[in-house]
């Protein structure tokens, strides 16, 4: 395993499994013109809530529980601007876990940053080059809580393919070397408490484990500085 190149902006992708999209049963035509988006819907992953393996993802004071958003990230090699889906995979340097976290909320368009954005809540795991990995649309992908087995899902069930979904956000904009694009969260996203360890396996990727953490009230950040 390599670490992960110069990291760039980390873009999340919605609704790009078929079991997260069923899910949202009617509330689905409440997005994009009351009809199923033609378009990849994305979001940002912002620098404060990148976190490597290991490190300790935070609860936020007043949340009880966060959600473990287990995906494939893809590293992008050069920049990437109105590919082809036949070339797309050639802009590609390799691939990485993250660990895309969430506060639990009921609403998801457009992405709120409130809930995705805290700090700690990206965790990116092993940087393994594209050569290695044969097929990045059948990998299976596992969530354990506590060394036991939560939740488990694929990378066959995308709606939009790796290939696709890089070619497709292309068209609309530019992604740069070092940039992560993360392929979207399965249905059924486990959900964890401060005081616990998550760890995601994707195969052929090797594995992503952080333990999580309840963030300090403000009076104990206070005493810890005069300490």
């Known amino acids: 395993m390599?670490?992960?190149?110069?990291?760039?902006?980390?873009?999340?992708?919605?609704?790009?499994?078929?079991?997260?999209?069923?899910?949202?049963?009617?509330?689905?035509?409440?997005?994009?013109?009351?009809?199923?988006?033609k378009a990849p819907i994305l979001y940002i992953k912002p620098r404060n809530t990148w976190l490597a393996a290991g490190e300790a993802i935070v609860v936020p004071q007043g949340v009880e529980v966060v959600e473990v958003g287990a995906t494939l990230g893809l590293v992008i090699a050069r920049s990437a601007c109105r590919v082809s889906e036949a070339d797309a995979l050639s802009f590609v340097a390799g691939y990485v876990i993250v660990n895309d976290v969430s506060v639990p909320h009921a609403s998801f368009h457009p992405p709120s940053l409130r809930f995705k954005a805290r700090d700690t809540f990206c965790p990116i795991g092993p940087f393994v080059p594209r050569h290695a990995i044969g097929a990045p649309d059948a990998l299976a992908i596992s969530v354990a809580i506590d060394g036991r087995t939560v939740h488990q899902c694929s990378t066959a069930g995308l709606i939009r393919p790796v290939a696709r979904l890089l070619a497709e956000v292309s068209q609309f904009m530019t992604l740069a070397p070092g940039d992560v694009l993360t392929v979207g969260v399965a249905a059924g996203a486990p959900r964890a408490r401060a005081g616990q360890v998550v760890c995601i396996v994707i195969n052929g990727l090797g594995r992503l484990e952080n333990p999580l953490v309840a963030e300090p009230l403000f009076g104990e950040l206070e005493s810890e500085a005069e300490a």
């Open 2 to 37: 390599q670490s992960a190149p110069r990291r760039g902006t980390v873009y999340g992708t919605l609704l790009n499994h078929h079991d997260a999209f069923a899910a949202m049963g009617g509330a689905v035509h409440e997005l994009r013109h009351k009809a199923p988006s």
